[in-house]
Every structure is written in C-alpha cells, then in structure tokens.
C-alpha cells in the first residue's frame, strides 16, 4: 500500500528530523491514522494549503511548506527569471501554532533558490500581507494563516504581484510546479542569515494604517460623536488587536476598550471554541461587557483579521450578530449615499459580490445607478476585478483603441461577501478587517448622531428595498468516506432533474462547473426559483464540508421566514435520501 510505503520513507530517510519520527512512530499501530496522513499529498489548491498541523504528507508541517514555497519558487523563477528574483516574495503569519516556524521555512527556501525574502519581525494581517505586496513591489507574497479555522489547522496563501490571492491560471501553474516534487531531500534551503532574507521594520505597517485612514467618508461626523460612542473590541487572540486600535484612534475613536481575555495572540484561542465572528459564542464575553457600560457596538475579528464580526443593540436592548449580508448591504448604503457626489463622476462605478452573497446589496446599488458584479465564491476573485478594472482603464487612458474591453471599464466602490469580509478601497486586494472595522464604526457614528443604533439603521434599509434573509447550512464530512460522499451529493443535485424545491418552481439551474458569464469553472451550483428565492451547492474549498447557501425575500419577516424554512427543509430532506 503505497501510503505505508510513503510511511516508512519519512521514518528511515535522514532527511527528516528526530522530532517528526518520534511523531510518527507514536502512530505507528494506528493504521487508519497512517492511512488518514499519507493517502495523499496536502493539496496545493487554487490559494495554497490549508491543513492539520502534523507529521505527514496529508499534513501541513514545515516540509509540506517547503515543498509548495519550492513549487512556487520555481514557478517565480520560470515565469519572471531574475527579475523575480529581485522583486522578491513578502512573507507574514498569523498567530496560531508554528506559523513563525512556517514563515522562517519558506523565507529559508525562497532565499536558497535566489529570490529575495522579505519576513515581518512578528505577526501581521493579512490585507497588511496584500497591501505589502505592491507597497515592497514584490513578486508575490504569502501568508501563513488558516484563517478562522480550529486551533490544529493552519495553512499557506499564495498572493501574486497585484495584491491578490493568485486565482486559478496562475494558481493551477503553480499546482503543476508543486506536483513534480515527489522527492522531500531535494528541495533546498539555507540558514535564517542568508542575506537575501530581509527583516521589514515598522515602515510598512505605518503605510499600511495610513493608507487605511484614507477611506473614511465622513471625518465630520468621527469628529463629532468619535469620542462619546463606545466599542468593545476583540481580536478573538489573532492579529487584529494593534493594528485596528491604532487606526481607530487615529481617525478619532477614543471611547474604545478592548475585551483583554482576548487581546493577547493565543494558537489555543483559549476562550473560544472556534474563532470564527460568524459565531455569537465568540462574543460572550465582550456582550457581557456591553451590558455593564452599554456598548453601542461591538467589533470583532478572526485570527488573521480579514473577516470582521458585528454586534449591535435590537429594538429590545439585546446585543444580537449581524451577519455578513447585513453589514455588507449596511455599507454598500452607507458607502454610496455618502460618496454619492463624487461617485457620479466615475466611469461605471461598481460593487462587486460573490454569486452565494444576498442580492440586497445588488439593488440598494442599482437604486443609486451604481452596477453590481457577481464573481465566485472567495475574495480572491473580487480583488482579481479590481485588477481587470486598473488594466482597463489604464488602456483607456493610453487611448488602445484596439482594445475590446473598453465597454466594461468599471471604477471599484467595494466589495464584500457574505461569509463576514469586506473591502473599501483598493489599498488592498483582500477582505480587509482594518478598514471594515474603521468603516464599520464611522457607519454606526452615523447613525448614532442620527439617534440611532445600527440594528435601527438596517431596519431602515428593509422597508426601502424589502426584507431579505440567507442562511448557510455547512454539513462536515471528514477522511476518504467523506470526500467521496460530497462527490454523491453534487452528482444527485447535478443530475436529478428538480423541478420545483418547497413547491416552487425551479426557474434556472447554473451549473457553474461548465462556465458562465466568463466565469472561471467551479464546483458549483445554483438554483434560481420563480420567486427569487435561491439555493447554491458547493464543497468547501478549505474544509471537509459541503455547503448550502440559502436567499430569501420578501414582504415581511413572517413570510420570509416561513420561506425559508420550506426550502431548507426539503434540500436536507434530499441530502439525507442520498
């Protein structure tokens, strides 16, 4: 069996150290769980890897991030020769379980194959990460991060010379550079001195705050009210807590406090079971604090600080979570009627969304004569926009008369996804929770000088443009047996033919895997019903799970509700039969 074959390779071959063997030879009754570490090799995908923290090929450990820096390195070296070596990769890690390790690895690599190495002297975000990528000029970047994942995981992102997560030609590219690597004693590496690794001191981190500062929209009403409204933030232990305080400060927020069993970075995030602002559990602690002194908001971010969490008072005094659609369709309100004056003079100004992201935001836009987007599911395809739009105008600018993409030059306004990440300028080409939060609490200053709370203001948007509702039902379905389950359910939901889902009738199905609106092919699908009501079906790209976005609208919250609830119903229904 070839995954003990790869088993033994690890425990006899000296390339690798005492430490792993000693791991492995813990295991070494354990057939299942040899199986589970060497059936395969950690996929690279479309943004890196993401993994268990462990000794083996299905792991993530500072040999399988040798292995896919020396896959991108020569992918670097191939594609930009020495000019890529120059530019150099900036590199920055987050706070979980030996992401300093994971860092210094790929900066050791990156440097024994010639190319400048650029390392943080400690952790940093990763919209920082996107934003130092074009600040350094730098070929690519990586950030060591698993995001809001459990405390065992980490994992690798690959961003290339725009800023952006690299998207799939590229990524696939690089895929085929990793793949060849079969043999681990081959891929080279140096000491921590190597001269072409460098050490970044506070420059970078200063532009970056300043660049951030540089979105707000109305500084009058942070002026005003700045230092009488009161946030409660959390870092949930990552590494959002420097950074977005300094901003906040900055710009004028002074009634801030911080919820200090959860300020300091911890790889166990100790007071939480999953570090995810999706989740209310990890507010806990900072709604109890908003009950003692009465918080008007409260902000919170995941381990590496791109996806933010919102928690506000209801009309009954009861701190709720805002969802991500909610604070997305919030800000691209707030955004657009407060730039209003300068967004009419852009060159079709644009938000743009992820195709499982509410439409609500879609038509709040549209009602101002801004245009909306959809791309894939992940950021990296809004940032990927962001870069299209740059290339486009600039050939209008340089009158391409050639060019047949005049007639989509767009200007970027924002853009957001549901799953808690948001970007408002183009300082960044990643979720970015430092301006969110920034933004965040400038929108509920604006509302909070209007007398009003957050909660109040969405209520607002409602009644304009009509009440919508998601939700995302996420099913874990872990190790081969689970791998080939999720394989059944897209095939059934591909293949079986459905007419109609809760009695309504199936209006469209988009099958994205065969490619639509010049979208790139994915796993996915959507059904449209005749009432608007949509369900989409995709495997985690990053988890063992499969997922179910559900949308919903209507009239009121009794309809919607009782909507939805039909809907979801009858799609477990189905998932259960498979």
Known sequence: ??????????????????????????????????????????????????????????????????????????????????????????????????????????AKTLAACGIKAYIFDSLRTTPQLSFAVRHLGCVAGVVITASHNPPEYNGYKVYWTD???????????????????EDYSTIPTTNEENELITLLDETVDRAFIDAVKEQVIRQDIIDKVGKDMK??????????????????????????VVVKEQEMPDPKFSTVEYPNPEEKAVFDIAISMAKENGADIIIGTDPDCDRVGVVVKNNEGEYV??????????????????????????????????????????????????????TLTGFKFIG???????????????DCVRCSKHEEVATFIMGYEESY??????????????????????????????????????????KKYGYYKEELKSITLKGIDGMEKIKSIMS???????????????????DYKEGISDLPK???????????????????????????????????????????????NEIVNIVDSI
Request: aromatic letters at 10%.
């Open 231 to 256: 946030i409660i933030f959390t870092p949930i232990h990552g590494t959002g807590n420097l950074p977005i305080r300094k901003a906040l400060d900055e710009v004028g927020f002074k009634n801030v």
């Open 1 to 106: 069996m070839e995954y003990i074959k790869s088993y033994k390779e690890w425990l006899d071959n000296p390339y690798f150290d005492e430490e792993t063997k000693k791991e492995l030879l813990s295991i070494e009754n354990n057939e299942k769980e040899i199986e589970d570490r060497f059936y395969k090799n950690l996929e690279f995908g479309t943004g890196g890897l993401r993994g268990v923290i462990g000794a083996g090929t299905n792991r993530i450990n500072k040999y399988t991030v040798r292995r896919a820096t020396y896959g991108l390195a020569n992918y670097i070296l191939n594609k930009c020769g020495e000019e890529g070596k120059q530019k150099g990769v900036v590199i920055a890690y987050d706070s979980r379980f030996k992401s300093e390790e994971f860092s210094t690895e790929t």
């Open 384 to 398: 990927e926009k962001i870069h299209q739009y740059e290339i486009r105008a600039a050939h209008v600018a340089n």
């Open 321 to 374: 979570v805002l969802n991500g659609n909610q604070v997305g369709s919030l800000l691209v309100d707030y955004v657009i009627s407060n730039k209003i004056d300068e967004i009419k003079t852009m060159n079709n100004p644009t938000i743009v969304k992820t195709i499982v992201t509410s439409e609500l935001g879609a038509n709040i836009a549209k009602s101002y004569g801004v245009s909306s987007v959809d």
């Open 522 to 568: 994915s796993d996915v699908l959507k059904f449209i019903l005749e009432d608007n009501s949509w369900i989409a079906v995709r495997p985690s790209g990053t988890e063992p799970k499969i997922k179910f976005y559900f949308g919903c609208n209507g009239e009121d919250k009794i309809e919607v509700d009782n909507k939805l609830e039909n809907i979801m």
């Open 421 to 462: 990440g948001y970007l408002v300028g183009t300082h960044a080409r990643d979720k970015d929770g430092v301006v969110s939060a920034i933004l965040i609490s400038e929108m509920a200053a604006y509302y909070y000088d209007k007398g009003m709370t957050l909660y109040e203001g969405l209520q607002e948007v409602y």
């Open 163 to 181: 800023g952006g997560q690299v998207c799939p030609g590229i990524a696939e590219e690089i895929i085929q550079e990793v793949n060849k690597i």
């Open 492 to 510: 059934h939901f591909r293949n079986a033919n459905i007419g109609q889902i809760a009695d309504i009738k199936v209006e469209e199905l988009r």
